[in-house]
């Protein structure tokens, strides 16, 4: 029986995408369930799993625009059957090499086949005397490798077409940049009471939870309770409207090896750090494995792109239109800063982080954006407050 291979639904904003790559060759055996091929789509590449067992038959080539439900190949389960029935007649023995000699054995037991013998010389036959040593002449030092030739301008190149989702990368990042009026403000973090308050729980956190305690949650724990302040900033325009969503849908990009995608976390405001740590690390898992699906890559009010795991230590981040701001972490280091003590002021080295907010300033005005950015720096130097004002 012929099992069809469909191109199944992957949300409801999908209705097309291109066949990327087989990930089988036609006369495979499958597994049920195991990844046959990539779909492309403007939004996420995801893999698609065999609906059943056996033979795999393709219909549409690589690289092909599909529809949704598009049948794309088949899969012949009754070949599975046979190619899994054992095979019925043995291998025959190998025979002996010429002039081995064959041991007896017991009967039924193989025989133990031993190597060649050479033969004895006879009385009027000399023993073979050893190959005289040639003298050879010195050879002359080779000669140093020359220089790779310079490259000529408009010599060869490799062309490679942009994939669906590079593309809508592109349209995306240019459409944000020509729609609205962008604008950064900076601040910095002093990230001692998190580090401190990681390393005291860390183990029992991820003991009671099955996940670590990163920084990437208390972060967004912060702007959650940011965004309850200054709404306006999780707010957006459509056409003479000013919306402002009910739900705190809060992005986090993840960059895999077919660009920058961002994850959604529904209800963030709602989430603990366990919650949102969890969250956190199953979509970006799912993105990176390709297993992530259109529909949770959209609808997001807010947000949070970390240049640090990278090593940038300042950037002015993109909106990810049509979202009105974004919030640019970069990398933790150690410097001098001032702080009251006990004796007065004092120099101290702490880990510090700056903090990038690009915002729309058709509907945020500067005031809105800093004040935004100063409560994430508060909650996130005191983090006892996330859960006291939660």
């Not at 039924?108 to 013998?117: E, F, N, Q, T, W």
């Not at 992530?292 to 890559?297: F, Q, R, S, V, Y």
Request: with cysteine.
């Amino acid at each position: 029986m012929k099992q069809e291979i469909a191109v199944p639904s992957v949300g409801e904003s999908v209705t097309q995408g291109i066949l990327a790559a087989w990930l089988k060759a036609p006369g495979d055996r499958v597994e049920e369930g195991s990844d046959i091929f990539e779909l492309e789509t403007d939004k996420a590449t995801v893999t698609v799993p065999a609906p059943a067992s056996g033979i795999l038959s393709i219909t549409v080539a690589a690289g092909t625009e599909v529809n949704i439900g598009q049948v794309v190949g088949s899969i012949d389960t009754d070949g599975a059957q046979a190619a899994a029935a054992p095979a019925a007649a043995a291998a025959p023995a190998a025979a002996p090499p010429a002039g081995a000699t064959v041991s007896a054995a017991a009967p039924g037991a193989p025989a133990a086949v031993l190597p060649p013998v050479a033969p004895a010389p006879t009385p009027t036959q000399k023993a073979p005397e050893p190959p005289a040593t040639r003298l050879e002449p010195p050879r002359p030092a080779a000669e140093a490798p020359s220089p790779p030739p310079a490259r000529v301008p408009g010599g060869p190149e490799r062309r490679v077409p942009m994939t669906a989702l590079r593309r809508r990368i592109a349209e995306r990042l240019l459409e944000a940049q020509k729609a609205t009026a962008s604008l950064t403000t900076f601040n910095e973090v002093n990230l001692q009471k998190v580090v401190d308050l990681r390393a005291r729980y860390k183990d029992e956190f991820e003991s009671a939870h099955g996940v670590k305690l990163g920084f990437m949650s208390f972060f967004v724990k912060a702007c959650t309770l940011a965004l309850a302040e200054r709404p306006v900033v999780g707010a957006r325009i459509e056409g003479n409207d000013i919306v402002y969503p009910d739900a705190v849908d809060v992005g986090v990009a993840v960059s895999t090896e077919r660009g920058l995608v961002v994850p959604v976390i529904r209800g963030a405001d709602r989430l603990g750090l366990a919650e949102l740590e969890s969250a956190i690390a199953d979509l970006a898992a799912r993105a990176r494995e390709r297993k992530i699906l259109p529909d949770e890559l959209v609808g997001g009010i807010f947000s949070i792109t970390n240049g640090g795991v990278f090593g940038s230590m300042l950037s002015t981040p993109l909106l990810n239109y049509p979202q009105s701001a974004i919030l640019g972490m970069h990398a933790i280091q150690r410097r001098p800063v001032v702080e009251e003590g006990p004796a007065g002021e004092q120099v101290v080295v702490r880990p510090m982080m700056y903090l990038a907010l690009t915002y729309d300033h058709r509907l945020i005005d500067g005031r809105e954006a800093v004040t935004f950015l100063k409560r994430v720096k508060d909650f996130v130097e005191d983090p006892w407050r996330l859960f006291i004002e939660a």
